[in-house]
């Protein structure tokens, strides 16, 4: 098969995705791989299920030749997941590349899920040709950020923690405070406009671009942002860490 594919997959706290991604156009080459993440998101357990996706990608598309990228939930520093979100705490300080690699019997890169989605969003989405600072946050159980320069990925920023009003931002303003305080779009894009004037006075970015499942409801809230800087949905939201991964392991 062609070097100009290869897979991605996306671990989450509730199910693990991939797909061979075609790098020229950003689109999926046949079908996209789920498999549930195992309960309480233990090491072994997510090493096993990731296996397994991959073992269902391979036999339709002789992935076992494609360079192979892997998106996780963490902060992500020379190859070692330093957090974990919604996956097990067991996962802090471990040597997680390494891991999937003996797993999976292959090279991986390894990265963040945010900086994955920002990446496929810079080179395939809503921030193609963008120059200066895009600044990409995903919408979800809390708030991922990714930050690109130049179309130059700058891993590791955790937007979601920065503190507003003595609590963590995503506390607040992800989509899961708007469901669990069963909250308007107005009231939820109130708490959307004091975060996203934080980060616009702290990085003067050049591009505001929204990600996460709620990013398809974008007409409810966007407009009743009031920014100086652009403020756009991404494109690609669910399959956005399929693509980031892939274009990233042949990097």
């Known amino acids: 098969m062609a070097t100009d594919h290869a897979i991605g997959i996306d671990i989450g706290g509730t199910g693990i995705k991939g797909a061979v991604v075609d790098l020229g156009t950003g689109e999926l080459v046949g079908d996209r791989f789920k498999v549930r993440t195992p309960e309480g998101g233990r090491p072994a357990d ?7 996706l991959l073992a ?3 036999d339709e598309s002789d992935g076992t030749k494609l360079p192979l990228g892997l998106c996780f939930p963490a902060v992500v520093k020379h190859g070692r997941t330093l957090s974990a979100a919604n996956v097990s705490d067991e996962w802090i300080g471990l040597a997680a590349e390494e891991l999937f690699e003996n797993e999976l019997g292959r090279e991986i890169h390894f990265i963040n899920d945010a900086d994955a989605a920002g990446y496929a969003e810079s080179r395939y989405g809503a921030a193609v040709g963008a120059e200066g600072l895009v600044i990409l946050t995903t919408l979800g159980t809390g708030i991922g950020s990714a930050f690109l320069y130049d179309g130059v990925l700058v891993p590791n920023t955790e937007l979601g923690h920065l503190e507003i009003d003595g ?3 995503e506390h607040r303003a992800a989509y899961s405070a708007m469901e669990r305080e069963s909250l308007s779009w107005t009231q939820w894009a109130e708490r959307l406009q004091r975060y996203y004037a934080h980060v616009e ?5 050049d591009l505001f ?3 996460g499942g709620v990013s398809k409801h974008h007409e409810h809230f ?3 942002l009031d920014l ?5 949905p991404a494109v690609h939201r669910n399959n956005a860490g399929i693509l980031g991964a892939a274009s990233l392991a042949t990097r």
């Open 167 to 169: 609590v963590d931002a």
């Open 228 to 232: 100086k800087t652009p403020i756009v």
């Open 201 to 205: 006075f702290l990085f003067s970015p």
């Open 222 to 224: 966007l407009p009743l």
């Open 209 to 211: 671009v929204v990600g």
């Open 56 to 58: 269902g990608i391979a």
């Open 46 to 52: 997510i090493l096993r299920a990731t296996d397994e």
